[in-house]
Nanobody, 125 residues
Framework: QVQLVESGGGLVQAGGSLRLSCAAS????????MAWHRQAPGKQRELVAS???????RYSDSVKGRFTISKDNAKNTVYLQMNSLKPEDTAVYYC???????????????????WGQGTQVTVSS
């Protein structure tokens, strides 16, 4: 079991920056994917950015060029640097860790997902 704790959220004006952190209780080097998701009021949770074990990164089109995901395996921490923030970035941001392993004689893939409690980001216009 891995526990994730997000921090760094807050209130910022449009055009400003915030840096979110996600501290894990266990090794994130064992995780296949570390990601940030967000959920705005009345909307579904959406994937914002992810980073793989080989540090390959992916971003949603809405944040590409403005957000940067990174990780420090030694500190078991994942970061999300958010620049040029817009009011539409307002949401609760959740850290997610995913580990997939192959099990059994049939090579079934077993996936475990871990989530943090979330941190609120509010961008004022």
């Amino acid at each position: 079991q891995v526990q994730l704790v997000e921090s760094g959220g807050g209130l910022v004006q449009a055009g400003g920056s915030l840096r979110l952190s996600c501290a894990a209780s266990g090794s994130i080097a064992n995780m296949n994917i570390m990601a940030w998701h967000r959920q705005a009021p009345g909307k579904q949770r959406e994937l914002v950015a992810s980073i793989g074990s080989s540090r390959t990164t992916r971003y949603s089109d809405s944040v590409k060029g403005r957000f940067t995901i990174s990780k420090d395996n030694a500190k078991n921490t994942v970061y999300l640097q958010m620049n040029s923030l817009k009011p539409e970035d307002t949401a609760v941001y959740y850290c997610n860790a995913r580990r997939s392993v192959v099990v059994g004689p049939t090579a079934e893939i077993k996936t475990d997902d871990y989530w943090g409690q979330g941190t609120q980001v509010t961008v004022s216009s």
